[in-house]
């Protein structure tokens, strides 16, 4: 039995020194695999609302629900009005279409709501609402929490103004 230990451990000590050859050569490196398709950009929780027409007002109010005042406080506020005689949707506060008014925007919490208001004023006086409100065919309200960066996106030249820039921008629905 002692014959058989000993030449048990003889083998392997001949195992682990025999081996002493040179490395073989390195094999060849694997190909890249193909670059995937980009994603689409999210909108990084921007938020988009649009309202239906409503009747001609000197002043009309649109109502975003569970809007808080810290909401506001840390967002920007957008809003855009399209008209009966066009199609484009135009900046409020801005020109209302054709109209000799132009239109003013302003908004506030009213209980745990976002309302946003567009008064009326003719342009030639300020003080005074238009003599014929103009209807609005409709009505969209664009929240840009401060986290989507919008100094970024107006330092590379987005135009807040144009609306159909600001939805590209946030890949907002057209």
């Known amino acids: ?22 490395p073989g050569p390195t094999g ?15 909108n990084a929780n921007v938020q988009q609302y649009t309202f239906g027409a409503r009747a001609a007002n000197t002043t009309i109010a649109f109502t975003i629900p ?3 005042q810290a909401q506001l406080d840390s967002s920007t506020i957008l809003a855009y009005a399209t008209y009966p005689s066009s199609a484009a949707k135009y900046p409020v506060p801005g020109t209302i279409f054709n ?63 144009d609306y159909n820039a600001v939805r590209k921008y946030y890949n907002l629905p057209g």
């Not at 039995?1 to 195992?15: C, R």
């Open 66 to 68: 569970n809007f808080t």
């Open 99 to 161: 109209s000799g008014c132009y239109a003013s925007g302003f908004q506030g919490i009213s209980g745990a709501n976002l309302a946003v208001y567009v008064q009326q004023v003719r342009s030639t006086d300020l003080a005074a609402f238009c003599a014929s409100p103009t209807a609005l065919t409709s009505f969209t309200v664009i929240v840009i929490p401060n986290s989507s960066n919008v100094t970024l996106a107006k330092t590379s030249g987005l135009n807040l103004n």
């Open 28 to 42: 060849a490196n694997g190909t890249n695999g193909t670059n995937g398709t980009n994603g689409t950009n999210g």
């Open 1 to 22: 039995m002692k014959h058989v230990l000993m030449m048990a451990l003889a083998a392997g000590a001949l195992l682990f020194t025999a081996c002493g050859g040179t």
